[in-house]
Structures are given as C-alpha cells and as structure tokens.
C-alpha cells in the first residue's frame, strides 16, 4: 500500500569551496608547487603571477578572515553581471607578503645524483661475461626475478616455465642452477641467494676461508642460524666448543653480513625529501615563526580573461551562444578566484596552528629537550585556535617545521597525559626518553627486562604498568631483552 509521509532533516554538508580548502590544507609544501600547476593548466583565469608582467594592473581581492568557512553557495545564472566583481585596478604585488619568501634556499633545486639503479648495475655485469645466448636469457630472467632485496624468491621450476613462454626458450633445471650460481658472484655479494641461510652463507665464502673465525661463522650459519638469531649463545659455544671471548669475534664476524643485499643499492631512491613548511628561529630566547615562502605563491586572475568578460558584459545577451560564453567566462573567473582563496585559507590556518603549538610548548622549541614537551591533545590547539579537530589533525599529520635542533613531523609534538605519584601530569614522551636512556646504559650482557624497567619508573615518580613499558618499548623499535644481549 503507498503512503506519502513528511521529514524534516538536519543535515551539514560541505560547499565546493570548503572541500577545496580542506583538500589544499592536508597537501605539504612539497607537494603544493604540483597542486598549483595543475590549476593552472586546468583553469585559464588563473595565472602566476611571478611570470606576469608586474608592471600590469592586475587582480587582487581582500583578504579572508581566518574563520570564514567559505559558507557562499554558487549562484545561479543571471542576465545581468557586474563587472566590478572581477575587474579591480588594485596592486596585486602584496600578494605573499610577509612570508619568508625571499630565502634563497626556498627557490635553489636540489641536484640529482645520476646513477645506475640496482637492477641495471646486475644487467651490466651480465654483458660483461661471455654467455651463450641461451645463458644470457637465463640470466637476465634470474636478474629480473630478484625482488627489492636482491633475493630469488621464485622457485626454478616458475623461471623455468617463463622461459619457455615468453621467450620460447627451453632449459633445464641444472642449467638455470649453473646460471645462478654465476650471478651469486655478482656485486654485491649476497645477491641471488633463497634464504638468508644462504645469503650469509654466499658472503662468508668471498672472505678468507683460512681464517678459522670465518670457519667457525660459516658453522654458524650453517648449522646453528636459528640458536643465533634468538642469541642462544651459551649452545652455540657448547656445539662449537668455544669459549665468550672466541664467540663474540664469530658473532661480530656475522653481524658484519647484510641480510638485504639489494637494499643497499635502492635505499637512495627510497629516501623522501623533506621540505619543511615552517621556521623557528630563536632570536636571544624569543622564538620567530615564519611560514616557507613557497605556501605563498604569487597568484592572480588573468587579466585578459577580466576584459574578454568585460566585453561580453557589454556585447548582447540574448544570444545564446553569447550567453554560453559569459557563463563559461564567469564560472573560470569564480574558480579562479576561490582557488586564490583557498590558498590564502590555507596560509592563514597553517600559521595560526603552528603558532598555537609553538606557544603551547614554548620551553621545548628553547631548548629541543624531550623532557620540555607538555601533554598536548589534538583537542587543546584546536580549542585555542577555536577550529574543528579535524582541521588541526590535516595539518599535524602532513607538515614539518624546521628547528635550530632538527625537522619534526608536527604530529610528534603531540602526546598523552601521565599522572606522576606527586600528581603532576607530564607527557609519555618524557617516560619514553628515561626508558631510551635506561637501555642505552645497560649491561648488554645483562639487559633490562620489562620488569626491572618498570621498576625504575616507579623509583623515579613514574606509577606504569609493565605492559604499558612494554608497549613504548615496541614503539621506539627497541628489542625484547633478550634480543639486547650481547657478549
């Protein structure tokens, strides 16, 4: 049976305008430059102003207030436009201002180093043997086999079986063997190896097998790689029949291997270059903040798209071509201008944040001391800022600021709440810092357990539960006691 009922509905939804800022404010400085490109390419209204001809009147709006959340809805087509919406004879050259965007370093280009990468290195030392070309195919298979690690993970059989498709190749098993074992003497050595048994095996045999600390290490390897890693030393000394002192050159002698013998090779290309997006400086024990120069482009509408809409401001509406046009022209020229806006947004808010948190932990950004950092919640600089959570965690989450001591993520300056005995609350990075030191000076040949750690937490103020060490322990990386022990 149909029924017609009638709801009302409260619902919050974001106007274009909004998700654009929303979308510019989690994007990091290196990244915004591409951002800005791409607008320009995609909208003709908008253009840089850097490459203009300043000595041009050009296009320049008001500032925004910090807080306008771009609440203006897009309005529909009407017959009649005013001109002076678009067309102001104002100086733009302001534009920017006050943002260090005069630092030479900001505009300098970094230099690329241009150098084979892991897999080409492999293919050069393959053309410098003389193969046959059925080898030479095996070979260029097995190299394009390697993962990123430089081990073979594919069993024989699958390259075996790629031969044969996709070069109509067939081989043997004992052939493809043959082949490896040629490239296993490629640079750097451990490459091509199944396991990282074999791995460390392969590297061992390039050393001096005269030496007996090289023996007994490929004993090690061999026969007792499981007894190593879990640092089971008093068997392997047993198995061995070595005594500490003999052991420990054995296990430096194996700790010297590289597990990943590929990575080495791609780690350069791995490495992510970090612009910071904010500066302090500390002039005499006041600290300055300045926002990097290139969050301030030089942004303008175009002018040539201010005087083609002009023109049609004054040219006939009826026509509806003419009318296609103008609605065409408005709508880049409103892009355009909401685009600059947002980028103004941006700057705004990216400073205010930044300011709140600078404030916030003062005595820290003095003096880079872990021990300085207060308890800081999304919560608090959103409060102070009177901005939503949201708005603080797009920024904490994708942009570094610069210190005399270091570049931090501005997430890591955030931290929860501990309550000491005397009931004076201070942040878990302090703890994480005493438990750091704790392991840094311990006997590596007795390390601290979770326990003892606890312990001394305890004997300095700190009420945590042992579990509650153990996780911070995990999150700095640092191993299980056991996993510390040295000889």
């Known amino acids: 049976m149909l029924k017609q009922t009638l709801q009302q509905k409260l619902l919050q939804k974001l106007s274009p305008q909004q998700i654009q800022f929303i979308k510019l404010l989690q994007v990091p400085t290196v990244s915004l430059d591409a951002r800005i490109k791409e607008e320009l390419e995609e909208n003709p209204a908008l253009e840089d102003?850097?490459?203009a001809n300043m000595n041009e009147p050009v296009e320049e709006y008001p500032d925004k207030d910090p807080d306008d959340d771009f609440n203006a809805e897009e309005s529909n087509y009407e017959d009649e436009f005013s001109v002076d919406e678009y067309i102001?004879?104002?100086?733009?050259?302001?534009?920017?201002?006050?943002?260090?965007?005069?630092?030479?370093?900001?505009?300098?280009?970094?230099?690329?180093?241009?150098?084979?990468?892991?897999?080409?290195?492999?293919?050069?030392?393959?053309?410098?043997?003389?193969?046959?070309?059925?080898?030479?195919?095996?070979?260029?298979?097995?190299?394009?086999?390697?993962?990123?690690?430089?081990?073979?993970?594919?069993?024989?059989?699958?390259?075996?079986?790629?031969?044969?498709?996709?070069?109509?190749?067939i081989v043997e098993e004992k052939d493809v063997e043959e082949m490896l074992r040629i490239i296993q003497e490629f640079d750097p050595a451990g490459i091509g190896a199944r396991s990282l048994q074999e791995c460390l095996a392969i590297q061992l045999r390039k050393k001096d097998q005269e030496n007996p600390v090289i023996q007994k290490a490929m004993q090690v390897v061999e026969n007792y790689l499981e007894e190593f890693t879990k640092k089971h030393y008093d068997k392997i000394e047993k198995q061995l029949g070595v005594n500490s002192e003999e052991l420990r050159d054995i296990v430096n002698e194996i700790l010297k291997l590289n597990p990943k013998p590929g990575d080495s090779g791609a780690a350069a290309g791995k490495q992510l270059h970090i612009i910071p997006d904010f500066h302090i400086s500390n002039n005499d024990g006041v600290l300055h903040l300045t926002l990097n120069g290139r969050n301030a482009p030089e942004l303008r509408v175009s002018r040539?798209?201010?005087?083609?809409?002009?023109?049609?401001?004054?040219?006939?509406?009826?026509?509806?071509?003419?009318?296609?046009?103008?609605?065409?022209?408005?709508?880049?020229?409103?892009?355009?201008?909401?685009?600059?806006?947002?980028?103004?947004?941006?700057?705004?808010?990216?400073?205010k944040t930044m300011n709140a948190i600078m404030e916030y932990q003062y005595e820290y950004f003095l003096t880079g001391d872990d021990r300085m950092l207060k308890p800081m919640i999304l919560k608090d600089i959103a409060d102070r800022i009177e901005m939503d959570i949201s708005t603080v965690s797009r920024v904490a989450n994708s942009k570094y600021v610069q210190t005399e001591f270091g570049t931090f993520l501005l997430k890591s300056f955030f931290s929860e709440?501990?309550?000491t005995e005397s009931g004076e609350e201070v942040s878990n990075k302090e703890v994480k810092k005493i438990l750091e030191e704790c392991i840094a000076n311990e006997d590596k040949r007795k390390p601290l357990a979770d326990e003892k750690l606890t312990e001394i937490l305890k004997e300095k103020g700190y009420s945590i539960a042992r579990r509650t060490v153990a996780k911070y322990r995990e999150a700095m990386n640092i191993p299980v006691a056991r996993l510390r022990k040295e000889l």
Do not use: C
């Open 49 to 51: 102003g850097s490459l």
């Open 88 to 169: 102001q004879e104002d100086d733009y050259k302001d534009y920017g201002g006050g943002y260090d965007s005069d630092d030479d370093d900001n505009k300098k280009e970094m230099p690329i180093a241009i150098q084979d990468s892991f897999f080409e290195n492999l293919q050069n030392q393959l053309d410098l043997l003389a193969l046959s070309n059925k080898d030479y195919l095996i070979g260029q298979q097995i190299i394009g086999s390697l993962d990123d690690d430089g081990y073979l993970r594919r069993p024989i059989p699958s390259l075996i079986d790629d031969l044969a498709f996709s070069q109509n190749v």
């Open 304 to 351: 040539s798209y201010q005087e083609m809409f002009e023109h049609y401001e004054k040219a006939e509406k009826n026509d509806k071509k003419m009318r296609e046009a103008v609605q065409f022209v408005k709508q880049k020229l409103d892009s355009a201008k909401w685009f600059i806006d947002a980028i103004k947004q941006r700057q705004q808010t990216l400073l």
């Open 417 to 419: 709440a501990i309550q």
